[in-house]
């Protein structure tokens, strides 16, 4: 709808669209920034929490080999240990370094409330990483190889480790499981797949996973080198139960992840660990729990409280068994459902309204599926694409993924507008207030509103089948009327028969619709007459 064609009203349509939309992507970008925000908070904790925990077994190492009379093989491993500590806050440094120059970068921070600037922005973020495209002048490339440089010093340190720790870990998309079979990432680099049209905020979530990450490196490398010395006993005078979530608030359909453990473990503990919401998987002393999260007694906000327990039992030193229990909450917020479509205000009965329904909460793991009352509903060629045929004045759809109900969306059903009549002499618009001579052939034709045509063009296409055309001179016809089954007629006969006075009486009675299944169906426009002054 663009162009001297507009009326003012569709213009003001268009416009309301364009606010809508705007409103919907801020609405939606509000909440993911607070996510991420969340999200990097917590990669930065449990990347101290890491660091903490290896800085403890270093310290038992090292008065392990003092204990042991500081044997020369000992202190071999007590000096690898030591420079994988230096090499490990080398490479942190350098990321957190990164991060400000980042932030700086793309306008700082609140000096009043701390909050960024320009936590939204991707532009200078892929400027800043990235760099001009082709160019590879962004500094993500040189992250990416003193990452993998990282990785590979610390797996060369020892035989044991290089068996336990990957040389790479800053990887091209087509050396991610997630990303090596799709046809749209499998060809990005590691800046693009990580940086590319990137919110500031999610970047530096971004590196602080690498942070973490590098942390992860340290603490196996730590794990190994202890055995080498020995077994550490580390002990401690208070042993509590932890868990930690990735998020505390996730969307409705979206899997809820948590580790649960002892805060104070040591190397040689092997905990048994269950939870309230299904089995717990047990890597090295910590249990991860995975469950899909759902929601159905949302507050005003769209969150709903809840809380999971979890239990770890350990073997004591007498031979007896210690429980440990702990509870976690975590909010289920309600995903946005978001409708695109030229109707969204409004579906037409029986006619085929297209939208699209989209939860970007989900993500990837949008699985959609859909349902409603009163309506046909057909599934689209793309993901989220519906076609809904209404058959009652309201409408119901229920949006579900992956099996979880996210939402109902209501719509009112409103009855297609009766179509234009219109006559033609030719290309020109038959003038029946100031008439003219008399035409030698006519086209009838019902065409739709152009709101109509642009929202449901499929659901738009008229026809007229039936009409008669009359001779009248006075009070009397002047021969037979003409009876038409096509949109065009030709009149010859009542141009030569025609005198000034004259009038054409025009009469439309049958119209047909044909819907975006290629099926016609009657439309009731009762009898429209039209009469044309022959001067």
Not at 226 to 252: L, R, W, Y
Not at 370 to 380: D, H, L, T
Not at 468 to 485: F, W
Request: proline content about 4%.
């Amino acid at each position: 709808m663009a162009g001297l064609k507009e009326t003012p009203r569709q213009r003001m349509i268009g416009l309301m669209y364009l606010v809508l939309t705007a409103l919907l992507a801020l609405q939606v970008s509000n909440a993911v920034l607070e996510k991420f925000v969340f999200i990097d908070e917590s990669l930065q904790h449990a990347m101290h929490v890491s660091r903490d925990a290896s800085a403890k077994v270093f310290t038992a190492m090292d008065k392990k080999v003092k204990d042991e009379g500081s044997r020369p093989g000992d202190l071999a491993y007590l000096k690898k240990a030591s420079e994988v500590k230096e090499e490990t806050s080398k490479m942190i440094n350098e990321i957190e370094k990164l991060r400000q120059e980042l932030v700086d970068h793309t306008g700082g921070r609140d000096p009043k409330t701390g909050e960024l600037l320009n936590g939204k922005d991707y532009d200078m973020v892929m400027n800043f990483m990235i760099g001009p495209e082709g160019s590879k002048l962004g500094r993500a490339y040189k992250l990416q190889t003193d990452l993998n440089a990282f990785a590979k010093k610390i797996s060369e340190m020892d035989t044991a480790l290089g068996k336990q720790l990957q040389t790479r870990i800053a990887l091209e998309a087509s050396e991610m499981e997630q990303y090596k079979n799709n046809p749209d990432h499998k060809s990005k680099d590691f800046a693009n797949i990580n940086f590319g049209n990137t919110p500031l905020v999610a970047a530096l979530a971004i590196m602080s996973e690498m942070e973490t990450q590098v942390a992860r490196y340290e603490a196996k490398a730590m794990e190994v080198i202890s055995t080498k010395v020995g077994q550490v006993d580390v002990k401690f005078d208070k042993i509590v139960a932890m868990a930690n979530a990735e998020s505390k608030v996730v969307a409705a359909g979206t899997m809820y992840k948590a580790t649960l453990f002892l805060a104070a473990s040591a190397s040689n503990i092997v905990p048994k660990m269950s939870s309230s919401v299904g089995a717990v998987k047990l890597e090295n002393g910590i249990g991860h729990i995975e469950f899909k999260a759902s929601g159905s007694n949302y507050d005003k906000e769209g969150n709903e409280k809840k809380s999971w327990q979890g239990a770890i039992t350990i073997r004591t030193t007498r031979g007896t068994d210690t429980t440990f229990k702990v509870e976690q909450e975590y909010v289920v917020a309600k995903p946005v459902i978001q409708i695109q479509s030229a109707t969204v205000k409004a579906l037409y009965l029986n006619c085929g309204n297209e939208l699209s329904v989209q939860v970007p909460a989900l993500g990837v793991n949008y699985d959609p599926s859909f349902s409603a009352s009163s309506a046909e509903v057909i599934k689209g060629a793309k993901k989220g694409d519906i076609i809904i045929v209404p058959s009652a004045a309201k409408v119901d759809l229920t949006v579900s993924s992956g099996g979880t109900v996210i939402g109902v969306e209501h719509f009112p059903v409103r009855l297609l507008p009766k179509p234009d009549i219109e006559v033609f002499s030719g290309t020109k618009q038959l003038d029946v207030k100031v008439g003219g001579p008399c035409p030698r052939s006519l086209t009838a034709k019902a065409l739709a509103e152009q709101s109509i045509k642009d929202a449901i063009p499929k659901d738009a296409r008229y026809k007229v089948v039936g009409w008669e055309i009359s001779l009248a001179r006075g009070r009397r016809l002047i021969g037979s009327p003409m009876k038409v089954t096509s949109e065009t007629a030709d009149v010859t006969q009542f141009a030569s028969q025609s005198q000034p006075g004259d009038r054409l009486i025009i009469e439309v009675k049958g119209v047909k619709r044909m819907n975006f299944k290629g099926a016609t169906e009657d439309v009731r426009i009762g009898s429209q007459i039209f009469t044309y002054p022959i001067n």
